[in-house]
């Protein structure tokens, strides 16, 4: 079964660094997403990508975060300058149609900003 | 906008006794409706959703959910649980049209031997 995939599983990085988060969507997917998870918290929805756009975007989506299709298969989450509060688990989902309730989930990446 | 309640933060329940976990959602129209299944440190897994029809869901792993519009709910059950059923659970609903799913806080089940 197709399957979305995330790398690194685990990365640690400083404060005020710059981090870049990878995911593969699944291959014929079209729609792309970012949602975090604080530990202990709820997943919280980050952004919405298609089509080389963002579709939609939370108030956590600010300046210092980014995306993008850099190729035909990865979706990249840029975080510009890292802070304490940005250690989180961070998933990426892809959906073949336009409705996010049609996605998939990857594994994610457990961010640790120290 | 859509919103999640998951009023039990944690559960704890014996092995081998039913489980019924509460899920209630706020959304103008029918949601999509969904339950993931997360151990600790991992990911989520589907567990099993709702988009429309038959109103009692069957999903992996011997779950079932049910969904009453008329309550708002759609509360996650399993007949019989197993140890192995330790872990997090998230209940999230989504626009049929939407860009994104909102998540409940989660409920915890502990399993008691």
């Known amino acids: 079964e197709p399957e979305v995939t995330q790398t690194p599983s685990h990365q640690v990085t400083q404060m005020g660094q710059e981090v870049i988060l990878r995911c593969v969507p699944i291959s014929n997917h079209l729609y792309f997403y970012w949602y975090r998870q604080i530990l202990g918290q709820k997943v919280e929805f980050l952004v919405s990508f298609y089509n080389n756009e963002i579709s939609e975007k939370s108030e956590i989506f600010d300046d210092q975060f980014s995306v993008e299709r850099p190729d035909g298969s990865n979706f990249t989450l840029k975080i510009r300058s890292t802070k304490l509060e940005d250690s989180a688990m961070y998933f990426c989902a892809s959906s073949e149609r336009r409705q996010a309730v049609q996605s998939y989930f990857g594994p994610g990446t457990r961010l640790t900003v120290t | 906008a859509q919103s999640v309640t998951q009023p039990d933060i944690h559960i704890t329940v014996s092995e081998g006794a039913s489980l019924e976990l509460r899920c209630n959602y706020s959304?103008?129209?029918?949601?999509?409706l969904f339950w993931y299944v997360q151990s600790p440190g991992q990911g989520l897994q589907l567990l099993l959703k709702y988009f429309s029809g038959d109103t009692l869901v069957q999903g992996i792993k011997g779950f079932e959910a049910e969904f009453k519009r008329s309550q708002s709910s759609f509360n996650l059950r399993k007949p019989s649980v197993h140890w192995s059923d330790a872990a997090e659970y998230f209940c999230?609903?989504?626009?049929?049209?939407?860009?994104?799913?909102?998540f409940g806080a989660g409920t915890i089940l502990r399993v008691k031997s």
């Open positions: 959304y103008g129209a029918t949601p999509y």
């Open positions: 999230a609903v989504g626009a049929p049209d939407g860009n994104k799913l909102v």
